[in-house]
Every structure is written in structure tokens, then in C-alpha cells.
């Protein structure tokens, strides 16, 4: 089964620093992963997909993934944190197999943004 | 084009009490999800539909629940005789096809506190 690991449940960096948030994802067959971004009461929202197309997806909002086959990793960074960007953030993995469908999620990170 | 739509978006019921949330997916997706999150945890997948087919059902959907989709467009998910621990957020999503090639859209979601 398709799974993704958030390292980190909380992360904090300045206002103008690097973002830097983990996942790692295991999976039997290529990957399509996701980056979504739910902030407080309000539903997920998409901010970036890798479909096998090219390894460093740009998303919305300024932020970017790379997908690395040989660390099994999808991290999401972004260059210049914003207050704005203070919310929860989810990597997920398309769940595959025996007529599976739609996305095993991680457990979150909550990125801080300290001015 | 209107997003995911979810309704009530906050229920308080008392334990024993059924209650039905219902989702409005974006016009023309033809696949339908369930998900359900608790704090500090990333989305559980419980059901999918493709049109009015139930195609896939999580071991976390208990007998108590019950999803439907009649006509292929709007869906319910019914939770009969409530536990506290039901107590939850429940994520409705929807695309136009399977997650391994379209975006999955989610709604705002529905809090369900039982009480």
C-alpha cells in the first residue's frame, strides 16, 4: 500500500526565511504525489502535483517540489515565507490497486511563520 | 464554475442522535469522496463513488454509516446512533476521473461535534 511520512508536526521559520517541509512516500508502483494546504476551519487546497512529467513541480503561492526517486522524497520548499503562509500542509500519495482510488494523506505539518 | 459544497459546514448533536451531511460536487466530476479528519491528524479515507456507484468502502466505515450518491450528482453520508467518537470533520472531494490523473477538489468540510 501507498503510504507518505511528514517529518516534523510542527515547523517554524521566520517571515522572509526558506520553507522547508519533509515528506517521504513509499509505494510499489510510480507515484503521483500531492502538496495541499488547509488553513484554519476551511477545506484542502491544492498547491502542487507530480504526475511523473518533470521532477521540480511549481505550485501555487511561490512554492515548489522536487521529486527525488532515490531518497524517495517529495519535500516542499519555498525561497521567502510570508505570514500568509502560516497553516497546515499535507503531502499525498494516490492510493492504487485492487480498484483504490483517491489520496492516503500524511499526518500534517504546521508550519509557524515568526515575524 | 462553483467549488465542492458541504452542508451543514457545523452540526451539535447528542450521542444516540442519526445525523446526514451532504456534499455537492463540482458539476460534471463523475468520482465522489469521503474523507474524515480529526485534529491534529491528515484526512482518513472512508468511500468513493464513481457516478451513483459506491465502488470502494473503508474498514473505518462502520455499520453506522451509510454513504449514497442516487443519481449520480449530489451524496449523503449518514451517521446513525452517534458515538463521541464520531466527533470529527468530514471532507467531501471530487474529480473529473481517477486521482492518478485529474485534481481531487475538496469542499469546506462539515464539523460534527456529538455530544
Known amino acids: 500500500a501507498q503510504s507518505v511520512t511528514q517529518l516534523g508536526s510542527h515547523v517554524s521559520v521566520s517571515e522572509g526565511a526558506l520553507v522547508l517541509l519533509r515528506c517521504n512516500y513509499s509505494s510499489s508502483v510510480p507515484p503521483y504525489l500531492f502538496w495541499y494546504v488547509q488553513y484554519p476551519n476551511q477545506g484542502l487546497q491544492l498547491l502542487l502535483k507530480y504526475t511523473s512529467a518533470a521532477t521540480l513541480v511549481k505550485g501555487i503561492n511561490g512554492f515548489e517540489a522536487e521529486f527525488k526517486k532515490s531518497e524517495t522524497s517529495f519535500h516542499l520548499t519555498k525561497p521567502s515565507a510570508h505570514m500568509s503562509d502560516a497553516a497546515e500542509y499535507f503531502c499525498?500519495?494516490?492510493?492504487?490497486?485492487?480498484?483504490?482510488?483517491?489520496?492516503?494523506f500524511g499526518k500534517g505539518t504546521h508550519l509557524i511563520i515568526q515575524p | 464554475d462553483t467549488g465542492v459544497s458541504q452542508d451543514p459546514r457545523h452540526k451539535i448533536t447528542k450521542r444516540g442522535q442519526n445525523v446526514t451531511f451532504r456534499c455537492d460536487p463540482i458539476s460534471e466530476h463523475n468520482r465522489l469522496y469521503w474523507y474524515r479528519q480529526t485534529l491534529g491528524q491528515g484526512p482518513e479515507f472512508l468511500t468513493y463513488f464513481q457516478n451513483e456507484a459506491q465502488l470502494e468502502k473503508s474498514r473505518l466505515l462502520s455499520d453506522r454509516f451509510s454513504a449514497e450518491r442516487p443519481k449520480g450528482s449530489f451524496s449523503t453520508l449518514e451517521i446513525q446512533r452517534t458515538e463521541q467518537g464520531d466527533s470529527a470533520m468530514y471532507l467531501c472531494?471530487?474529480?473529473?476521473?481517477?486521482?492518478?490523473?485529474?485534481?481531487?477538489?475538496f469542499g469546506e468540510g462539515s464539523w460534527l461535534t456529538v455530544v
Open positions: 472531494a471530487s474529480s473529473f476521473g481517477p486521482a492518478t490523473g485529474n485534481t481531487i477538489y
Open positions: 499525498a500519495v494516490t492510493r492504487t490497486g485492487g480498484g483504490a482510488d483517491g489520496l492516503t
